[in-house]
């Protein structure tokens, strides 16, 4: 079975910072992997997804994701974060016939 | 494309009353997820249907819970009765075939409060 571990539940981080997301999968098939991102009273928005090829994927909003298969990682970045970005986080992970499993979201908490 | 449309935004209602949310997904997709989000156990999926058959309902909590889908342009959540513990949102998303790599889209969500 498939799951999905993000590590930490809250990250703070201060304007203009760099900031990582954590995100671990567990599967024993190639899957398909998701980065979403919900806005507070919005629904889910795709930020980026891995399906193939490139291990760096680039998304919206200036975030980008690795892939790193040896350690079933996939990791959310941003180099220099904005009030804006202060949200929820889920990264979710899929395979050929299966299910989309969400984490349990990452909550992104950016201070002036 | 207006996306995935939900409504209503927010129901409140008591305890032991039914309640309907409904879902139109966009136009051209054919499988449609129902999720519920709470603090305590994040995001569940509830049941998805693809070509408005449904496909896994296992998510389903309870026999209160039932979903249907008549056609590919609507869908309903229907709980009756309801209960405290049934409030959270609920949200509805819709894609492309679901297997594969296609993505969901959400809507923005029904906040739905059992007093």
């Known amino acids: 079975a498939q799951s999905v571990t993000q590590l930490d539940s809250q990250v703070p981080v201060f304007e203009e910072a760099p900031v990582e997301l954590r995100c671990n999968y567990s599967?024993?098939?190639?899957?398909?992997l998701f980065w979403y991102v919900q806005y507070p009273n919005q629904g889910l928005q795709l930020l980026l997804k891995?399906?193939?090829?490139?291990?760096l994927v680039k998304g919206i909003n200036g975030f980008e994701a690795e892939f790193n298969k040896s350690q079933t990682s996939f990791h959310l970045r941003k180099p220099s974060v904005h009030i804006s970005d202060t949200a929820e986080y889920f990264c979710?992970?899929?395979?050929?016939?299966?299910?989309?499993?969400f984490g349990q979201g990452t909550e992104l908490s950016v201070k002036p | 494309d207006a996306g995935v449309i939900q409504s209503p935004r927010h129901e409140v209602t008591e305890m032991g009353q039914e309640v309907t949310l409904r879902c139109k997904p966009i136009?051209?997709?054919?499988?449609l997820f129902w999720y519920r989000q709470t603090m305590m156990r994040g995001l569940e999926l509830l049941i998805y249907?693809?070509?408005?058959?449904?496909?896994?309902d296992s998510g389903m909590p309870e026999d209160r819970f039932s979903a249907k889908m008549p056609n590919a342009s609507f869908s309903t959540l229907k709980i009756q009765p309801s209960e405290p513990r049934d409030s959270a949102v609920y949200f509805c998303?819709?894609?492309?075939?679901?297997?594969?790599?296609?993505?969901?889209?959400f809507g923005p969500g029904t906040r739905l409060t059992v007093l």
């Open positions: 998303a819709s894609s492309l075939p679901w297997t594969g790599s296609n993505e969901q889209f």
């Open positions: 136009s051209g997709h054919n499988s």
């Open positions: 599967s024993s098939v190639s899957v398909y």
């Open positions: 249907f693809n070509n408005n058959v449904p496909i896994d």
């Open positions: 891995y399906l193939s090829g490139s291990t």
């Open positions: 979710a992970v899929k395979n050929q016939g299966g299910k989309l499993i």
